[in-house]
């Protein structure tokens, strides 16, 4: 299994509501990211766990809250969130770090309404 | 700080042309990586370079690594609609090895 999956694949949400995404991988694969993408602009690096540990945020608002449950598992929930959040939403992860690339997953597009 | 310039930002072309996408930077990279990103789909890895001077062929796609590993350049042999896409460049961040300093990328137009 040499994917990433990611759920859902689509998203629209209100200023006021809870949702969460999903990513999963079975690749072994120690380090897991989240990113975020505008339109025609490179991912933005959010979060970054490596052994199920979280070890960078990128200063990202309190409204976006990750959540690692396993080492095959992370999770993004979201809450209160502003309609400028609306972008695609990319998990990745990789074997050790990012010597030799990341295994992105289809994303999420996220519209908050 | 280390940034990765990519060029030409945009490009349209005739399906069978070539065409060459540049990624430079004054700093040096543990290796660079390339990736194509399809509308409303994640990036995909094309391939990563590692040493200097190295030289990567997958089928009409070509990709160098200078000799300083500072730069990288991705070729096409007779361009495809199906290469249409976003290629993004990408590399380590120095001493942070969970960060990647990536290009602005370069958007890829192929015309039948």
Redesign the interface.
Known sequence: DTE?T?TPKHLVMGMTNKKSLKCEQHMGHR?MYWYKQKA????E?MF?Y?YEKL??NESVPSRFSPECPNSSLLNLHLHALQPEDSA?Y?C?SSQD???????????T?LTVV | TQLLEQSPQFLSIQEGENLTVYCNSSSVFSSLQWYRQEPGEGPVLLVTVVTGGEVKKLKRLTFQFGDARKDSSLHITAAQPGDTGLYLCAGPAAGNNRKLIWGLGTSLAVNP
Request: hydrophobic fraction near 35%.
């Open positions: 990433v990611q380090a025609k602009k490179p991912p690096l970054v490596s070890s960078i695609l990319l990745a770090g990012t010597l030799y690339g990341y295994t992105f997953g289809s994303g597009r």
